[in-house]
């Protein structure tokens, strides 16, 4: 690309205007509309902003209900497997203890154990 630099239109007459010459306000040659660049710039700059995307992947990882936690051996009352996903969990104030929550993978038994 040869011509990167955004060429500006005069909004009243439609010609394309004069790069600027460092300042932020240019002067159409053709009916003399003094305009200033730096509006038409800054318009642009804020359209690319996108702040749902970041918000909605942080909900996802948060809003997780599932049991989902470190893998502990430890043995499965129902089926016998030899290891249960381990989570904790504070429930209530902080001084009845944390409540410590183990999830088989395999058939889904849910065993809770108050510390
Ligand atoms: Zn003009
Ligand atoms: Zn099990």
Known sequence: MSN?????FCPACGTILPLPDGSSMIQCLLCRKIQDISVFHGAQSTVHVDFRSTRDERKESDAGDTVEGTMIQRKCPRCGNDEMAFTT???RSADEGQTVFY????CSFQEIENS
């Not at 990167?4 to 500006?8: G, I, K, L, V, Y």
């Open 4 to 8: 990167t630099f955004d060429q500006d």
């Open 89 to 91: 969990r504070q429930l």
């Open 103 to 106: 999830l088989c993978p395999k």
